[in-house]
């Protein structure tokens, strides 16, 4: 069942240009997938899927209380995958072709105030040996709305601060210059400049921005763990991840008046559909202002 999988990762990678995490997410749901065909629908041969499969083991997964999202992510990889077999014509049929994609519920991300967000940069104790970096990582995030994947990947080398911008690398690779302004790179100047050095002697980094106390680059992992800490030191009691913080910058920009298109160029979105949730979020902001203070409510 598995015979043509790792030709359809390598396709991924070389044509579609994507980054080893979504090839292994891709890899993650086939798996599962073709496990669920082999073991509950008895289908060893590709060739013999049919709809009613794809629609059992989607199914399975509701059943399994998998979030919305999830279910979607793993029907696209479904689809796309008999679409390469076919378009390859390692298959005769495309079973996933009339299929519709399972509906996802619109769900407004978790956003911060700028009171709150503030409240957490303010409680990182700059004096103790890794508050500059924990800053410089905080006011990153949230100053350029950056992805965890796409801050743990910054080099030093990426830095403009004459500019005050910096270079990201996002999905698919695509590069990308996104502003920082003058509080995240005074921020990120003092940490290159009085704690960086020392950390980057105790290990290899090849030039990664944020170190570990090894001298390491700091993980996705790591990231989430220092978030978390300055997010109780600042007694903030939202469920909090790094990507609140981009929520925050995009939520936080277009109240203020931003151009949309200016605010998915700086997220690095290939659709503005996906820019655009920010904007019902804004609407929801306003019925909360107007909730609170209409004299009618």
Not at 49 to 59: C, D, G, L, M
Not at 97 to 123: F, G, H, W, Y
Request: hydrophobic share 40%; aromatic share 8%.
């Amino acid at each position: 069942m598995q015979t043509y999988l790792q030709e359809y990762l390598m396709m991924l990678r070389v044509e579609k240009n994507l980054s080893i995490n979504s090839i292994t997410a891709y890899q993650r749901d086939l798996q599962r997938y073709l496990l669920f065909l082999e073991k509950n629908q008895n289908v060893n041969d590709l060739e013999k899927v049919r709809q009613k499969h794809i629609r059992n083991f989607i199914r399975a997964l509701n059943d399994i209380h998998l979030a919305p999202s999830s279910i979607s992510r793993t029907f696209s990889s479904i689809r796309s995958y008999h679409a390469f077999l076919s378009s390859e014509k390692l298959v005769s049929h495309n079973p996933s072709q009339l299929l519709d994609t399972p509906k996802l519920p619109r769900k407004l991300p978790q956003v911060l105030t700028v009171e709150e967000i503030d409240a957490i940069l303010n409680s990182v104790d700059v004096s103790r040996p890794m508050g500059l970096r924990d800053v410089a990582l905080l006011e990153v995030l949230y100053s350029a709305g950056l992805r965890v994947s796409e801050v743990c990947g910054l080099k030093v080398t990426d830095l403009l601060f004459d500019s005050e911008m910096i270079r990201v690398l996002g999905k698919g690779n695509k590069e990308r210059l996104v502003p920082v302004g003058p509080r995240g790179m005074a921020r990120l100047d003092d940490y290159l400049k009085h704690l960086r050095p020392s950390l980057a002697r105790r290990g290899a980094n090849l030039g990664t921005i944020f170190l570990s106390r090894n001298g390491r680059p700091l993980t996705r992992m790591m990231v989430w763990v220092i978030l978390k800490k300055w997010v109780e030191t600042a007694g903030i009691s939202k469920k909090v991840s790094p990507h609140t913080f981009r929520h925050s910058f995009a939520t936080h920009l277009l109240e203020g008046g931003a151009d949309l298109r200016a605010v998915q160029e700086m997220l690095g979105h290939a659709d503005i559909s996906t820019t655009q949730i920010y904007t019902h979020l804004d609407k929801e902001y306003l019925k909360e202002v107007h909730r609170t203070y209409h004299p009618r409510w």
